[in-house]
């Protein structure tokens, strides 16, 4: 591992690596917020991708690619005259500050769900900072890592079930709510008037569901998140190897049975 001095020098080396961009690379010269911010996003989720497989060259490179996007931006900033990296580092190091008074006042926080609900606190009390419980939620949060995030925070201001095993009790209820709202729509007896208020009333009760099933991950300590990309990725190894067996017969997987495929999905289940 490298030490301060090195860390610091080659901080102060992709500065000066950005400075030359910007001034000498005409695509870096006629970057702004806006056009850089589609390219961010999806940096992000490249990380995110790296950080599931665990993989640690990659998680280096995904994690510079984003620090190129903060000095970036940085950068865009000192030229406006309205901010730049120092002022980015600072304000960061404020907040944490601040947000940590078991650490740096005196207050206690013995573990790290103690160290949440005081998190919570401090927020709601911060000069400029969120005005109520889930104020600070971003709205172009994807559905599913937003709605773990409106629990975590309700829950830690005391909004929680009292013991998570009651949680299976709401997963039930609304399996069985979800189930008879698509008879009902089937049946042509939706709640909601006509075929779109079916399909709405449809969605609305599978949004029940899927909200309450994410509850249970956030109880039992799991990332929904994280689990479903799992899941994901494995599901693409498997039908991945239906497809190569399905050429090495000199076939299509449009060509084969579902009895077929079915036959092959089980010998990739072995292979994990």
Request: aromatic letters at 8%.
């Amino acid at each position: 591992m490298h030490t301060r001095d090195e860390q610091l020098a080659a901080f102060d080396r992709l500065l000066t690596v950005m400075d030359e961009l910007r001034e000498k690379c005409p695509w870096d010269r006629k970057q702004t917020f806006e056009s850089l911010r589609q390219n961010t996003i999806e940096e992000t989720y490249e990380l995110a991708s790296a950080l599931i497989k665990q993989d640690k060259n990659e998680i280096a490179k995904e994690l510079g690619d984003v620090l190129l996007h903060v000095v970036f931006y940085a950068k865009i900033g000192s030229e406006t005259g309205d901010f730049d990296i120092a002022d980015v580092c600072n304000r960061l190091c404020d907040k944490l500050i601040f947000r940590h008074p078991h650490v740096y006042g005196e207050e206690a926080a013995k573990n790290a769900e103690e160290v949440s609900h005081l998190w919570e606190q401090v927020k709601l009390k911060e000069k400029g900072g969120n005005k109520t419980v889930l104020a600070g939620i971003p709205e172009a949060l994807p559905a599913l890592v937003k709605a773990y995030r409106i629990q975590d925070k309700v829950a830690n201001v005391g909004f929680d079930w009292e013991h998570r095993e009651e949680v299976w009790e709401k997963v039930k209820e609304e399996i069985a709510e979800f189930e008879s709202e698509l008879k009902n729509g089937a049946n042509g007896d939706a709640s909601l008037n006509g075929a779109n208020g079916a399909r709405e009333a449809q969605e609305l009760e599978l949004g029940d569901l899927l909200f309450s099933l994410i509850n249970v991950a956030r109880l039992y300590k799991l990332r929904p998140d994280n689990a479903l990309e799992k899941t994901n990725q494995k599901f693409i190894r498997r039908f991945e190897y239906i497809e190569r067996q399905a050429a090495e017969q000199g076939r299509s997987v449009k060509d084969m049975t579902l009895e077929e495929m079915e036959q092959i999905w089980q010998e990739a289940k072995k292979c994990g």
